[in-house]
């Protein structure tokens, strides 16, 4: 399945973005979806996870802060971002998992290819 991740951008620290990925040809029922990201330098890091039934994980350090959704009727699933830092500055990159994986998976089969997340100062 081929991931579309859109949505990212250069925002001032305390704003917020919305990142979009639409699983493309396949419907978003059929797998858990999650978003990771990756810094210059570090390596990749789980922000947040999603089942099909609504169930959610998150990264301790995004939690209350980060918001991960769905919406089946766009085949779409989101990653709300409020509050950015500096320091949340990476490539964003949104993942799939069949729904047979553990959960939260410990590995992912899909990935998108990335959208910047450029928080200034």
């Known amino acids: 399945v081929q991931l579309q991740a859109s949505g990212g951008g250069l925002v001032q620290a305390g704003g917020s973005l919305r990142l979009s990925c639409a699983p493309s040809?396949?419907?978003?029922?059929?797998?858990?979806m999650a978003w990771f990201r990756q810094a210059p330098g570090k390596e990749r890091e789980f922000l947040a996870a999603?089942?099909?039934?609504?169930?959610?994980s998150y990264q301790d350090s995004v939690k209350g802060r980060f918001t991960i959704s769905k919406a089946y009727v766009l085949n779409t699933v989101y990653l709300q971002m409020n509050s950015l830092k500096p320091e949340d500055t990476a490539v964003y990159y949104c993942a799939a998992a069949p729904l047979s994986s553990s959960w939260p998976p410990h590995g992912y089969d899909y990935w998108g290819q990335g959208t910047q997340v450029t928080v200034s100062s």
């Open positions: 040809g396949r419907s978003l029922s059929n797998y858990i």
């Open positions: 999603i089942q099909w039934s609504g169930l959610t």
